[in-house]
């Protein structure tokens, strides 16, 4: 079974920077895509970024372009995601999930059957 578990979270101040990281396991790492989502209270879950493993593409959400970086570490089944210059409004629950080979980086939810259970980040002075 597809098994990922988010980590990293925690309390950070508006200009800090925070690493999450999703740990996979249970099926072959480099044929699916990871995205990061995040949900604040009250609010849609948004896609955040992505990367396809198998050859390193990412796509990002316009609000964390030029802040946040997705990467991927093959040998460990992990994906991180580098959160720098943090802002109030990056305060949310994120969630890992991944897609089995899609054919194109998406952040549709349908496009994403497996889910971590979320590790929250808040920004705040």
Known sequence: DVQLQASGGG???PGGSLRLSCAASGFT?????????RQAPGKEREG?????????????ADSVKGR???????AKSTVYLQMVNLKPEDTAVYFCAASWGPAILTFNLNEYPHWGQGTLVTVSS
């Open 29 to 37: 790492f480099e044929d699916y895509a990871i995205a990061w989502f």
């Open 68 to 74: 946040f970086t997705i990467s991927s570490d093959n």
């Open 11 to 13: 309390l950070a101040q």
């Open 48 to 60: 955040v970024s992505c990367i396809f493993n198998y050859d390193g593409r990412t796509l990002q």
